[in-house]
């Protein structure tokens, strides 16, 4: 079955001028349209290479990854990445950041700037829009972030850690906003997160990774994000027993 991506027992192999390092071992793993997925393990079992791996941005030893059928090399612009900081420039204002994709890839078309436009009025920032970064909350930055990474209408996000620098008060409502403008979108997304909690409330499956070098050891399904409200998945007894489940498998 073709899916959006697919990655078909990838492995890497870091080099040195006296070593070599098998930091990832025969990852098989997809994902369709509109699902979100979350990929959990120890600290140090290569979580984020995944991601770079699926960016493009590093080429894997062996093993392809696809996006729609097209080599991961020749889609990088069909990706989004999100950090977890922010990243704004702060002599930019919130427009020019958000320009900032269709800028650097030369579009300036009419279509374009209403797209971005409509984006800042349906996420509550249209009246921040000629404010600079530092006037903005924790929360509204990460939401500039992601609207910033919607720019070229990427059709997978890829995100790497983006809640860990924040507050627990601020984290709550930003974990909600990333949700909802997900979801409205209809963006397929991969977190990367240590957060077994974070998994659990937003995914439709959640893999956890090994110890390096990294294999998939198992995956979790969840019905979780039928239910509108974060806070609300995580009163339901599936949220606990995922959980409780995700834990042993870390442990």
């Known amino acids: 079955m073709e899916h959006l991506l697919n990655i078909d027992n990838v492995s890497l192999i870091y080099h040195t001028l006296t070593d070599e390092t098998l930091a990832i071992e025969s990852i098989s793993m997809y994902a369709d349209e509109n699902e979100f997925i979350s990929v959990v393990g120890p600290s140090g079992c290569g979580k984020t290479t995944l991601l770079s791996l699926i960016s493009g941005v590093i080429t894997p030893s062996s093993g392809k990854i696809t996006l729609r059928g097209q080599p991961i090399s020749e889609a990088k612009n069909k990706t989004g990445y999100m950090f ?5 420039f702060e002599w930019r204002t919130v427009w020019q950041n958000i320009k900032l994709g269709p800028e650097i890839v030369g579009d300036k078309s009419p279509e374009t700037t209403k797209y971005l436009d409509g984006l800042l009025s349906k996420y509550g920032l249209q009246d921040f829009k000629h404010k600079y970064p530092k006037h903005l909350s924790g929360g509204m930055r990460q939401r500039v972030a992601l609207i910033r990474t919607l720019a070229l209408r990427p059709e997978l996000l890829l995100l790497d850690e983006p809640f860990g620098a924040l507050d627990y008060q601020t984290k709550k409502v930003v974990i909600q906003d990333v949700n909802d ?24 499956r959640i893999i956890v990774l090994s110890h390096r070098p990294s294999v998939v050891k198992k995956v979790f399904t969840s019905k979780l994000r039928s239910i509108p409200l974060i806070e609300e998945r995580k009163k339901t007894r599936e949220y606990q027993e995922l959980i409780d489940e995700i834990w042993k498998e870390l442990i």
Not at 183 to 202: C, N, Y
């Open 181 to 204: 403008i997900i979801s409205r979108e209809q963006k397929t997304s991969i977190l990367v997160t240590h957060d077994i909690g974070e998994a659990a409330s937003l995914s439709d």
């Open 84 to 88: 977890q900081r922010d990243h704004l």
